[in-house]
C-alpha cells in the first residue's frame, strides 16, 4: 500500500507562487511514476505534471514554463513548484502515483494512477 499526503496549498494573488509537497511510503527504486492532478468541481481531474524514476519529466500545455515537479528521494517527497499562478490554476490538486510503469506508458487519465492523496486546494485570486 502506497500513502501519499499533499500539502502546501493555500491562497494566492495571480503571478504568485505556491509550492506543493506529497510525501509518500514507497517508491525510492524500481519503475515508477509519480504525478500531479487537479480538479475543480464539476470538471472530469486533469494531469498537471509527471515524474518517473529516471526523472523524466512530462507536463500538460497549460503549466509549461510556470510549474516545475521534482523528487526528493531520501525525503520520500514530490514537489510541484508553481509560479506565475493564474486564476484558472484554481482547483484542488491532487499527488497520484503507479508502481510498475513508466510516465510514457500511462495515460493522462486518473483511471491509470492507483494511489492517491486526499488533495490540497489551490485557490489564486485577482
Known amino acids: 500500500q502506497v500513502d501519499l499526503m499533499e500539502s502546501g496549498g493555500g491562497s494566492v494573488q495571480a503571478g504568485g507562487s505556491l509550492r506543493l509537497s506529497c510525501t509518500h511510503t514507497?517508491?525510492?527504486?524500481?519503475?515508477?511514476?509519480m504525478a500531479w492532478f487537479r480538479q475543480i468541481p464539476g470538471k472530469k481531474r486533469e494531469g498537471v505534471a509527471r515524474i518517473d524514476s529516471y526523472d523524466r519529466i512530462d507536463y500538460t500545455d497549460s503549466v509549461k514554463g510556470r510549474f516545475t515537479v521534482s523528487r526528493d528521494n531520501d525525503k520520500k517527497t514530490l514537489y510541484l513548484q508553481m509560479n506565475g499562478l493564474k486564476q484558472e490554476d484554481t482547483a484542488m490538486y491532487y499527488c497520484a502515483s503507479r508502481g510498475g510503469y513508466w510516465c510514457s506508458t500511462l495515460r493522462w487519465e486518473s483511471g491509470d494512477y492507483n494511489a492517491w492523496g486526499q488533495g490540497t486546494q489551490v485557490t489564486v485570486s485577482s
Open positions: 514507497t517508491y525510492t527504486t524500481g519503475k515508477f511514476c
